[in-house]
């Protein structure tokens, strides 16, 4: 059977544009489809744009080596495609004794991970590099930056185009029929095509997009939860008082903290938070400014409540529970559930950002396996 399109994507963030860029070679037919008038308008532009060093995450689990991967190819595809980015570096802070032993387990972690660059600051030498932060030790990361993630889309999108790929915006794909050995893709106007290879990159909607091919997403594991994070920012000056990212020792399992953030202007937030939501919603609830002011304070003694402005928010597709262990990216080629062709991208929150340029090799490591097979 011949097929109308050889690889087709659904979801135009940051990783569907990635994966775009990087399968599209001049000789595949490949289609991006994106139910919004324009690319990255959820997720992928509603983050604190940090490009993270890999600290976090259990050694051996794909988050943590895609973003140690994702951290390196960064950098180099920002310098080289004039990608706007800053190496600024981040502070870890135990506020006080008892956050110090949380702090080593970090540390350790870290270099398992091989982010090798982290080190241990004592009080004297976070007192040097961050006067105005309260804190008794810190991890020093100096390999974490922040980017221009829309500047890192634009790429994609060109370097996609470049490669013969066509991105179809207001193309919501409401259905999804497995024919021969590839699929029979809806849209919500009623037009259909037929893909060999199919790439669920949609985001908050990709368990959704999963059970339109059949899978129960519930027995398989791939139900998300929405998992809110809000932003303040910080006004008044006081953007001038830290240089580098500052965070907490993570108090929750699921939670990196709520912590400070730069962005390329210089302009100081704090966030996000983590609150389980039924639905999507990006309004900032200002009753969170006091929890907010709360937990900052701890670090910096500078604040002060007026200081703070609701901004922004952003929803983490998130396969964790409210309190639930650790859930690893999904990133599947799902041949052994009878859908051959079918790749899987669920549960790509943080560090999906920075992991994108790996995540968008890896899956095309999967691709050529699947046409040349
Ligand atoms: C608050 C917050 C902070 C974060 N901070 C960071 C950070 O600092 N660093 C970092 O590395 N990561 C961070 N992340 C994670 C990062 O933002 C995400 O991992 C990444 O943006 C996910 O990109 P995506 O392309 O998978 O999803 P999205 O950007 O959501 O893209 C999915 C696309 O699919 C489309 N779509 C959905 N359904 C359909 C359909 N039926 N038909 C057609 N199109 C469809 C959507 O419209 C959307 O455009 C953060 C996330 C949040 C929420």
Redesign the pocket.
Known sequence: MSYETDITI?????????IAAQVANGKREVYV????ET??????????????AGIYYPEDSLKARM?TE?NAMLYELCEKHGIGYKRLGKIIVAADETEVSDLEMLLRRGKRNGVLDLRMLSTRELKEVEPNVKGIAAIFSPSTG?LD?YALMTYFIQRAKDGGAEIAYK????GIEKIGDGYRVT?EDGFSFTTLVLIN??????D??AE?VGIDASRAGYKLHY?????FSVGHGKNRLVKRLIYPVPPKREDVGIHV?LDLEGRMRL??NLRYVDRIDYAVDDSQRQAFYNSAIRLLPFLEYNDLEPEM?????QLQQPGGDFRDFVIRHEYDRGLPGFIN?IG?????????PAIARYVGGMVDEILFC
């Open positions: 659904i979801g135009a963030g940051v990783i569907g544009l990635g489809l994106e139910k919004n690319f990255g308008q959820e997720t992928s532009s509603r983050n604190s744009e940090v490009i993270h973003c994702g922040i993630s193309s919501r794909v409401v849209m990159s949609a985001g908050l909607h990709s959704g997009i339109l998992g809110k994070g809000e932003y953030t966030g996000p928010a952003g929803i983490r597709p991208l790509i929150d943080s560090p999906g950002l920075t992991a994108s």
